[in-house]
């Protein structure tokens, strides 16, 4: 949907930019679908981040979500289970690119989306039913206050 779509990547009509084109670092994480250690490749976009933020959520595509379920041989783990024991909730979102990812440290003081709603009172008055006519506008925007907090992830 264009909310999810203007929170995640951006609405370049108006200007908005999203968690994704907002991110103050990029890391070029290998391939996934190749990748033998993908929470290896979690742990350096880690330390891509600045020390005073700690990730907690990684927001990923369908495709590179089903394949932190592969399985590691040596632990019986899959790269799921050990990147969430790094404190990291994964989640899939479709509106993010095939191969990207953003991983970010999440709360108020980092990202937040500023919700207005405006109700506009119009002059038609219908006497059949005694009623006025209006309209209820919802708008949100996202709002990013430390961009460093956030990851953008590509060529996984």
Request: glycine share 8%.
């Amino acid at each position: 949907n264009k909310e999810n779509d203007t929170v995640i990547l951006q609405n370049a009509l108006y200007g908005v930019n999203g968690l994704y084109n907002a991110a103050g670092v990029t890391d070029a994480g290998s391939d996934w679908g190749t990748a033998s250690n993908i929470a290896g490749d979690v742990i350096n976009q880690i330390t891509a981040l600045d020390d005073e933020f700690t990730p907690d959520t990684m927001i990923l595509h369908r495709d590179q979500y089903i394949q932190t379920y592969g399985r590691i041989a040596s632990t019986d783990l899959t790269e799921k289970q050990k990147i969430e024991g790094l404190g990291i909730r994964i989640i899939m979102d479709r509106s993010i690119a095939a191969g990207t990812g953003i991983l970010m440290q999440t709360g108020a003081d980092i990202a937040e989306l500023i919700v207005a709603e405006e109700l506009d009172v119009e002059e038609d008055y219908n006497l059949s039913n005694q009623s006025y006519s209006f309209n209820t506008f919802l708008r949100s925007v996202p709002a990013i206050y430390e961009a460093n907090a956030i990851c953008k992830i590509t060529g996984i």
